[in-house]
């Protein structure tokens, strides 16, 4: 019933095969999309090279958010080989370790300003460039991924809190603005997973184990569950839902 044939859409934040962004664009893939995909930079493109080359993506190319000029030259490549933009999934996130570990409190502000720019600012970013081209295919979807840690404190997330929260309150207001121009906005926000991004939260082993046990159906949810979604909010048939906050976590959001 949902297809995605002829869609064309970009994914940015592979960096291995456990990678959220690598399980959506699986989905897409299958259900029918051309993938472009980016990589970070060239000592994480040997991860993602051969990734890319199993989803046969017609484009592949750097994109590191935090260096000026990067993300537009993604854009520009887009427009030159498609002319058009039908999705994007933005799944980056990143904070110094040293105010990741700590308390929000004692967070430096050059620590609180770069984890909010890469992970929360470079998703608007994504939006202005992808706006002029998602205007030419008729319409089109933006996800961005979350985390439960946005919207109730979560022992150890520490500065992702706030960032994430920020987040999903921009992919609301983008949601608002772009909605008259037929594009869709959603924060994605599954339960916790063993990806490289996550290994960099202090005993991020034992929020697993946790969210395992608090959850209704007792487990963690998978990569290719999360990408199932996103490849349904993408397809046509989810026009009519934007603005949201949708948690894919077997229920753990839902306990007290």
Request: charged share 25%.
């Amino acid at each position: 019933m949902f297809s995605l044939e002829g869609k064309k859409g970009l994914v940015i934040g592979i960096a291995n095969e456990d990678s959220i962004a690598y399980g959506a664009a699986k989905a897409l893939r299958e259900m029918g999309a051309d993938v472009a995909v980016t990589y970070v930079n060239e000592k994480g493109r040997r991860f993602v090279e051969p990734l890319a080359e199993k989803l046969h993506a017609p484009l592949f190319m750097p994109c590191d958010v935090r260096e000026e000029g990067e993300l537009k030259a993604v854009f520009d490549s887009i427009e030159e080989k498609w002319g058009r933009l039908d999705f994007v999934i933005h799944s980056i996130a990143f904070a110094p370790r040293d105010d990741l570990h700590g308390r929000v409190v004692d967070s430096s502000r050059e620590g609180f300003s770069q984890a909010m720019d890469i992970s929360c600012h470079s998703f608007i970013r994504v939006a202005k460039y992808a706006e002029p081209l998602m205007e030419k295919a008729g319409n089109g979807t933006l996800i961005t991924i979350s985390f439960y840690g946005s919207e109730k404190v979560v022992d150890r997330y520490n500065l992702m809190g706030p960032v994430k929260a920020a987040l999903e309150s921009s992919a609301r207001y983008l949601a608002a603005e772009l909605g008259p121009k037929g594009i869709s906005v959603h924060s994605v926000s599954p339960g916790p997973l063993l990806t490289r991004a996550a290994s960099g939260i202090d005993r991020f082993d034992e929020l697993m184990e946790e969210a395992r046990e608090k959850s209704p159906e007792k487990r963690l949810v998978t990569i290719d569950e999360i990408g199932a979604l996103c490849g349904y909010l993408c397809t046509n048939e989810a026009r009519s839902i934007t603005g949201n906050t949708t948690y894919i976590d077997a229920g753990y959001h839902v306990m007290g």
